[in-house]
């Protein structure tokens, strides 16, 4: 099956201190996306990111968070100033073109702010 | 926006009885699919189905489209099925998941 990898898998960081999680999505995928669930509650959109623009973004995307995707294969998420309600799991994902097909996850980067 | 909801929210089971769970939909979707999360917190792709049936050893489901609401078939339940069953539906841009359904398979 193929597979969207995420680094690092764990990471503790101070409050405002600046966070880039990485992903590695599936070669020949064209969307890419970034969710969050913190502990024991649902899984958030964040942001989607399609054709090297990001094409919708939810109301958590502020200022704070940033994408890009630097060398064609990394899809990076950024979180500028972490707050302590930044901790949760981050999942990243990505999907081929068109309606018909499969969306994966990676296994996701718990970030932990203290 | 879309709104996904899930039905039971928590689900207790002896090990080798069967389960359906339900996702309804606010709107058409183009894209629908089951997850689950295992207890290390994996989100495993069980089904691509935003319409028709599939079958996948003991789990099946069903999407009928028009009537916007989808349906998770676990049969002959064990242990290892326990954790949380999402149910995630949108367009290409954006994939809105339901609360889920926790699910404990006891032996």
């Known amino acids: 099956e193929p597979e969207v990898t995420q680094t690092p898998s764990h990471q503790v960081t101070q409050m405002g201190q600046e966070v880039i999680l990485r992903c590695v999505p599936i070669?020949?995928?064209?969307?890419f996306y970034w969710y969050r669930q913190i502990l024991g509650q649902k899984v958030e959109f964040l942001v989607s990111f399609y054709n090297n623009e990001i094409s919708e973004k939810s109301e958590i995307f502020d200022d704070q968070f940033s994408v890009e995707r630097p060398d064609g294969s990394n899809f990076t998420l950024k979180i500028r100033s972490t707050k302590l309600e930044d901790s949760a799991m981050y999942f990243c994902?990505?999907?081929?073109?068109?309606?018909?097909?499969?969306?994966?996850f990676g296994e996701g980067s718990w970030l932990t702010v203290v | 926006g879309i709104q996904v909801e899930q039905s039971p929210p928590d689900l207790i089971l002896q090990e080798g009885a069967n389960s359906t769970l339900r996702c309804n939909f606010s709107d058409s979707v183009n894209n629908l699919q089951w997850f689950h999360q295992n207890p290390w917190g994996q989100l495993i792709n069980l089904f691509y189905?935003?319409?028709g049936t599939k079958q996948n050893g003991r789990l099946s489901a069903t999407t009928v489209a028009t009537e916007r609401y989808s349906l998770l078939y676990i049969s002959s339940s064990q242990t290892t099925d326990s954790g949380v069953y999402f149910c995630v539906g949108g367009g290409s841009e954006k994939l809105v998941f339901g609360k889920g359904t926790k699910l404990t398979v006891n032996p």
């Open positions: 189905i935003p319409s």
């Open positions: 070669s020949n995928h064209l969307y």
């Open positions: 994902a990505s999907r081929g073109r068109g309606s018909g097909n499969t969306i994966y």
